[in-house]
């Protein structure tokens, strides 16, 4: 599966506060570079931010509904809690990120790469998601029900006693993923169906869902 990166400008403002910048902007957010930030309170929607890579950056009790992100790098960022509810994310890398807790419900995503983000009970549900890429993170507890999944891959991931509900695992490979405790319907709608997990996986998968194993 390729994910396609994003597309950043060639040059890009820095030493820029985000603040000034929003007030500068107003809604959009186009080619800046900010580094070593922290943000705070910031209640926005329909922003639209582009070309823009985030450095060490920490959003505290913020909320940033209903607006689009395309070609952003996310690199050591603290979003943790932040409400980013109805938003749009097209080619964005999100790397080394605490996300614990961030509210990304009813989202679109597409081109997306996760890689060694710490998302423990992040937010997922309701979502669109294609080709997106899991690597090396903790989604432990995480809320994944009711979301569209095309392309989506989890390597090396946390997963114990993330929620799928009412979410399709056909064609995902969850064999290299920690997945106990995995929260499922039942038997009748097994999400889990057309999955691939590993031997040792599937004797756990069968007792948690009251399947007698016999010798």
């Known amino acids: 599966m390729k994910i ?25 957010l186009t080619g800046y570079s900010f580094k070593s930030q922290r943000i705070e309170g910031v209640k926005k929607s329909n922003l639209s931010v582009q070309s823009c890579i985030f450095s060490n950056c920490s959003f505290g009790a913020c909320s940033i509904r209903k607006s689009q992100f395309s070609d952003v790098v996310f690199k050591n960022c603290d979003l943790s809690n932040v409400n980013l509810t109805d938003c749009g994310f097209h080619r964005v890398e999100f790397t080394g990120c605490k996300l614990m807790g961030t509210n990304m419900s009813d989202g679109t995503f597409n081109h997306i790469t996760f890689d060694e983000c710490r998302g423990e009970y992040m937010n997922l549900s309701m979502s669109k998601m294609r080709y997106i890429q899991f690597t090396r993170s903790n989604l432990q507890g995480a809320g994944i029900e009711g979301c569209q999944l095309m392309n989506v ?35 009748a709608n097994n999400e889990l169906r057309g999955s691939s997990v590993s031997s040792l996986q599937a004797l756990e998968l069968a007792r948690m869902l009251g399947v007698e194993i016999r010798d």
């Open 4 to 28: 396609t990166q994003p597309r950043l400008e060639n040059v890009l403002h820095e030493d820029t506060e985000i603040q000034t910048a929003l007030e500068k902007n107003d809604e959009d």
């Open 153 to 187: 891959s989890f390597d090396a991931c946390n997963l114990m006693e993330a929620e799928f509900y009412r979410t399709s695992l056909k064609g995902i490979d969850l064999s290299n993923s920690e997945i106990s405790g995995i929260r499922i319907t039942n038997l």
